[in-house]
């Protein structure tokens, strides 16, 4: 599969009318891939998705799928994601009992493998094994619901992964996810992120194509390569 290059613009579809799901995928057609939280009311405390939803948004959706666990026990339903065919499936480092090798079998499976971290986990005893990925989601608001605030004070722990995939030659994607917009996005951009979650912005929007061509640009503009 060929994926779009940075910056990408991923809708979480956290925000669409679940009631027509279907309409609200044709809508974001444009973006570079939909963004799918996963959540089961036990390591976050929301319920969303579960197998059979992702399995139907692979249906149908016109763009691929990146899918966010939020889930206890991923190393055991983790690959299942893989195994319907999103094209990326990322998974939170405090889930995992040993996020490498359940990345390596994401990867085996043929998906992109990401890790995700919550605002308080330290990203530092991730970066040795940095190559084993290919996605770092760096979580902006605390993982579980959508509309909240964005968390500046998470551009550090964006720049630190930055600088160690920049002297490694990594082409990892560094996402950003939680209060993504206009007045946002910029920040995240000249901290290193290329991949970015936005939901309310996407969807709340009149125009929606025109705000993910706003967004696609005002990263572009802003975006920082250490």
Do not use: C
Not at 188 to 200: E, I, L, M, P, R
């Amino acid at each position: 599969m060929t994926f779009p290059p940075a910056p990408r613009i991923n809708p979480s579809i956290l925000s669409a009318d679940f009631v027509n799901m279907e309409r609200d995928l044709q809508r974001i057609s444009g973006a570079d891939l939909v963004h799918v939280d996963v959540m089961d009311n036990h390591f976050v405390p929301n319920l969303t998705f579960g197998m059979q939803m992702v399995e139907r948004v692979q249906q149908t959706s016109p763009i691929p799928l990146d899918v966010h666990l939020m889930i206890s026990d991923v190393d055991r339903w983790g690959p299942g994601y893989a195994e319907l065919g999103a094209a990326s499936v990322t998974f939170h480092a405090e889930a995992s009992q040993n996020p490498v090798l359940l990345a390596r079998r994401l990867r085996e499976i043929g998906a992109r493998a990401g890790v995700a971290v919550k605002p308080g986990t330290p990203i530092e005893p991730l970066l040795e094994h940095l190559d084993e990925f290919d996605q770092v989601l760096i979580m902006t608001v605390e993982p579980g619901f959508g509309g909240q605030g964005f968390m500046a004070s998470m551009m550090n722990k964006l720049r630190t992964v930055s600088e160690e995939a920049h002297r490694r030659g990594s082409n990892v994607w560094l996402q950003v996810d939680g209060g993504i917009a206009p007045g946002t996005i910029e920040q995240a951009a000249a901290a290193g992120a290329n991949t970015f979650v936005a939901g309310s912005a996407v969807f709340g929007a009149d125009d929606i194509d025109g705000r993910i061509g706003e967004l696609r640009e005002l990263a572009r503009a802003h975006s920082h390569t250490p």
